[in-house]
């Protein structure tokens, strides 16, 4: 079994940073890929960004690329989604995600993950 907790969730101005941390216990994350999926209110949980165990490769959704960066500390258990010039449209309940499946193309679905954090709350204001 994987707990994953998200934390560095809050209120944060467009244009501005904010940085999220998952924290994983029970088992080390070095064999899983770890993935960043968000759901905004009414709307359908959506895929953010992915890595790979080793942090060598990472996937991101059209939307935030260029703007988030996912990364790793695997002696830390950690992984981190990094949000540079955030946007009102990126408010959302981010979670933190592992799955093992090694395919590339299916780190975006949400049904492949194992185990998913509870979430943090992420606000973008204007």
């Known amino acids: 079994q994987v707990q994953l907790v998200e934390s560095g969730g809050g209120l944060v101005q467009a244009g501005g940073s904010l940085r999220l941390s998952c924290a994983a216990s029970g088992r080390t994350l070095i064999r899983y890929v770890m993935g960043w999926f968000r759901q905004a209110p009414g709307k359908e949980r959506e895929f953010v960004a992915a890595?790979?165990?080793?942090?060598?490769?990472?996937y991101y959704a059209d939307s935030v690329k260029g703007r988030f960066t996912i990364s790793r500390d695997n002696a830390k258990n950690t992984v981190y989604l990094q949000m540079i010039s955030p946007k009102p449209e990126d408010t959302a309940v981010y979670y933190c995600?592992?799955?093992?499946?090694?395919?590339?193309?299916?780190?975006?679905?949400?049904?492949?993950?194992?185990?998913w954090g509870q979430g943090t709350q992420v606000t973008v204001s204007s």
């Open positions: 890595i790979s165990w080793s942090g060598g490769g990472t």
């Open positions: 995600a592992a799955t093992t499946t090694v395919v590339v193309s299916q780190w975006a679905f949400d049904y492949k993950y194992n185990y």
